[in-house]
């Protein structure tokens, strides 16, 4: 076990917010997702509850906005990536009869659609982990740079069961193309409930190494936090995961006026390919351990494929007291640098929230903290507010992507950063 020497800096800065859907009594615009192009940065597409796209050609100068259909249905939780080549992969959960909660096939599958024009258009989808009547939730992917993609997911017996027997596990699928995926392997060892709640195996995160030999997944379980990892493209895996944190409180957290909030761990790889710590895994979560008034984001480092893990080091730099939750984390793989998004309350004493980005470009020994929202927001627990932000970063450019809420009206944002503007910042 290794340590990081931190220097915490706080730095102000006004970056332009761009809003990319304001959302309506009849569209609940949230849980938004992001993926700059591997290949081009200008190019830039996002998503949100339940069938949004939005996509720019000119680094977010301009965008537009369309709506994911599929046979298959179109029905939350999406998560945009990019590939190598610049092609864009939208995943989201299945409702094949538009019945929605009405239907007993609703969550049958995890559903990806391809886009070969930058966002514009779209496949039909490919079934992934279709396994009815259980249920497929709480996806998240991740392409390496030969091409291959990963997908991990959470598969309960039935969700939200009371049932002492129902059960919860961490799935995973690849695929060489997008379009053939393999057979689900189950990659967990120790099932969760299907509560959807601290005792539920959910919040899985793929990442891969520089060369896609080495795969890594993390989830939350049991107030832990848990890796398995595979040195042969997925093909085999640990028989025991590996326990690498305490979370303390569990992953389900109250925030006031957020209806539901969670600290699920989010995975990286550095996978840049000649960087001095490529190879480095990095999660970041959100916990209590300080208290249910005072949530806070930690990170941690492994410099040897999980085996060993940094002592846990607190992100948000302010004094105790005060809500951050629900974060993200990206690392650009052309440079190394690490990039967290998070919401943050540290300038209030009520529910006004600002969105703050932390930032390393030395593999997480030092982080400075920067806010990027304009002005802050008043999310209200009556209205849904989603489960999780984003970012991506890609030849020094950042993108973060939140939701905010007003009137209790949600809309989706974000801003373009680069690299060359923080580095400007005292």
């Known amino acids: 076990m290794f340590f990081l020497l931190f220097w915490l800096g706080q730095a102000e800065a006004q970056f332009k917010n761009i809003l990319l859907d304001p959302g309506s009594p009849d569209n609940r615009a949230c849980e938004p997702s992001i993926a700059i192009s591997l290949k081009d940065p200008n190019i830039i597409v996002a998503a949100s509850v339940l069938d949004n796209v939005y996509y720019t050609s000119n680094g977010g100068l301009s965008w537009q906005k369309s709506k994911l259909t599929s046979p298959l249905g179109v029905w939350g939780d999406p998560v945009v990536i990019s590939d190598f080549k610049g092609n864009f992969f939208y995943f989201h959960l299945s409702d094949p009869t538009g019945k929605n909660w009405d239907s007993e096939e609703i969550l049958d599958r995890i559903v990806v659609q391809e886009s070969n024009d930058n966002g514009a258009t779209w496949s039909e989808g490919a079934s992934i982990g279709?396994?009815?009547?259980?249920?497929?939730?709480?996806?998240?992917?991740?392409?390496?740079?030969?091409?291959?993609?990963?997908?991990?997911?959470?598969?309960?017996d039935k969700y939200g069961s009371e049932d002492a027997s129902c059960q919860s596990n961490i799935l995973l699928s690849s695929s060489a193309n997008g379009k053939k995926w393999s057979k689900p392997i189950q990659i967990s060892q120790s099932p969760g409930d299907c509560k959807d709640d601290d005792n539920t195996t959910e919040g899985a995160v793929p990442a891969v190494?520089?060369?896609?030999?080495?795969?890594?997944?993390?989830?939350?379980?049991?107030?832990?936090?848990?890796?398995?990892?595979?040195?042969?493209?997925?093909?085999?895996?640990?028989?025991?995961?590996?326990?690498?944190?305490?979370?303390?409180?569990?992953?389900?957290?109250?925030?006031?006026?957020?209806?539901?909030?969670?600290?699920?761990?989010?995975?990286?790889?550095d996978n840049t390919k000649k960087g001095k710590l490529s190879g480095a895994l990095?999660?970041?979560?959100?916990?209590?351990?300080?208290?249910?008034?005072?949530?806070?984001?930690?990170?941690?480092?492994?410099?040897?494929?999980?085996?060993?893990?940094?002592?846990?080091?607190?992100?948000?730099?302010?004094?105790?007291?005060?809500?951050?939750?629900?974060?993200?984390?990206?690392?650009?793989?052309?440079?190394?640098?690490?990039?967290?998004?998070?919401?943050?309350?540290?300038?209030?004493?009520?529910?006004?929230?600002?969105?703050?980005?932390?930032?390393?470009?030395?593999?997480?020994?030092?982080?400075?903290?920067?806010?990027?929202?304009?002005?802050?927001?008043?999310?209200?627990?009556?209205?849904?507010?989603?489960?999780?932000?984003?970012?991506?970063?890609?030849?020094?450019?950042?993108a973060p992507i939140w939701t905010r809420m007003d009137n209790k009206q949600t809309s989706v944002w974000t801003t373009i950063i680069k690299q060359e503007e923080l580095d400007k910042i005292k």
């Open 282 to 398: 990095y999660i970041v979560w959100a916990d209590q351990m300080n208290g249910e008034n005072d949530t806070d984001i930690w990170f941690i480092r492994s410099m040897n494929y999980g085996d060993n893990w940094t002592q846990p080091q607190r992100i948000n730099n302010d004094g105790p007291g005060k809500h951050q939750f629900l974060p993200w984390m990206t690392v650009d793989p052309t440079t190394g640098n690490i990039y967290i998004v998070y919401y943050d309350r540290r300038n209030y004493d009520d529910l006004q929230t600002d969105v703050y980005l932390a930032y390393s470009t030395d593999g997480g020994t030092n982080f400075k903290n920067v806010k990027i929202s304009e002005k802050p927001f008043v999310p209200d627990a009556e209205v849904f507010f989603g489960d999780y932000t984003n970012i991506s970063a890609s030849q020094g450019v950042i």
């Open 130 to 156: 279709f396994n009815h009547p259980k249920d497929q939730d709480k996806e998240w992917a991740i392409a390496d740079r030969k091409g291959n993609i990963y997908v991990t997911w959470t598969q309960f």
């Open 209 to 269: 190494s520089a060369d896609g030999g080495q795969v890594f997944v993390a989830w939350a379980n049991q107030s832990k936090i848990f890796l398995d990892r595979s040195f042969d493209g997925g093909k085999t895996w640990l028989k025991n995961d590996i326990e690498i944190a305490e979370q303390t409180g569990g992953w389900s957290m109250n925030i006031p006026g957020i209806n539901r909030c969670n600290g699920m761990p989010v995975l990286v790889c």
